[in-house]
């Protein structure tokens, strides 16, 4: 069973750097793409940004250039690099692994950036 486990989150103030971590286990890290969503109370969940198996990255149009994601295959960890940060960035921010055509989600991690 896949399972994936987010931390890193916290409250900071506009500007500020934020990054978080998304650590993998039950499958073979690195091998399937993974995602950084994030979600707002009363809305559904917003895409971020991705990073395939060949590394190849993708960032929704709100975030490029502010964050970056990465991965660190040995330490089985995703991270999203959060720079920047403005208050619309407030949200619980949620890793996702597509493994073998299931979908796999971990718990969130709350970030939240006000003055």
């Known amino acids: 069973q896949s399972h994936l486990v987010e931390s890193g989150g916290g409250s900071v103030q506009p500007g500020d750097s934020l990054t978080l971590s998304c650590v993998g286990s039950?499958?073979?890290?690195?091998?399937?793409?993974m995602f950084w969503y994030r979600q707002v109370p009363g809305k559904g969940r917003e895409f971020v940004a991705e990073i395939t198996s060949l590394d190849g990255t993708r960032y929704a149009d709100s975030v490029n250039g502010r964050f970056v994601i990465s991965r660190d295959i040995d330490r089985k960890t995703m991270f999203l690099q959060m720079n920047n940060l403005k208050p619309d960035d407030t949200a619980v921010y949620y890793c996702?692994?597509?493994?073998?055509?299931?979908?796999?989600w971990g718990q969130g991690t709350q970030v939240t950036v006000s003055e």
């Open positions: 039950g499958f073979r890290f690195g091998h399937y793409i």
């Open positions: 996702r692994a597509n493994v073998d055509m299931q979908t796999y």
